[in-house]
């Protein structure tokens, strides 16, 4: 029973993450769901756990993409690529205003 309900919140926090997919909703929920259907018969409990274990990666991944695609867009409206200089000619930059 404790696997059921680890299993259901991983589908429910994958669906939720689904929904900012890059790719979109209608590519990633029949793919969640054919993972998903493809194991259903699995009763073995090592292999649950493994499965459980992957699906929580694959939570971790998920994320990282997403953070990582905030963190680009903030960098891109702050530093424009005009403006980005090497560290030599900031510090030249720096030396040549005082």
Request: charged share 30%.
């Given at each position: 029973m404790a696997h059921r309900n680890r299993v259901i919140n991983?589908?429910?926090s994958l669906v939720h993450l689904g929904h900012d997919y890059p790719?979109?909703?209608?590519?990633?929920?029949?793919?969640l769901k054919a993972a998903f259907m493809k194991n259903k018969d699995v009763k073995d409990p090592e292999k649950?756990?493994?499965?459980?274990?992957?699906?929580?990666?694959?939570?971790?991944?998920?994320?990282?993409?997403?953070?990582l695609k905030k963190?680009?867009?903030?960098?891109?409206?702050?530093?424009?690529s005009e403006n980005d200089l090497t560290i030599s000619e900031f510090t030249k930059k720096i030396e040549s205003d005082l």
């Open positions: 991983l589908y429910k790719l979109g909703w209608d590519y990633f929920r029949p793919r649950i756990e493994q499965l459980i274990a992957r699906g929580n990666f694959v939570v971790k991944e998920i994320e990282t993409l997403y953070m963190y680009r867009t903030l960098k891109k409206r702050y530093y424009s």
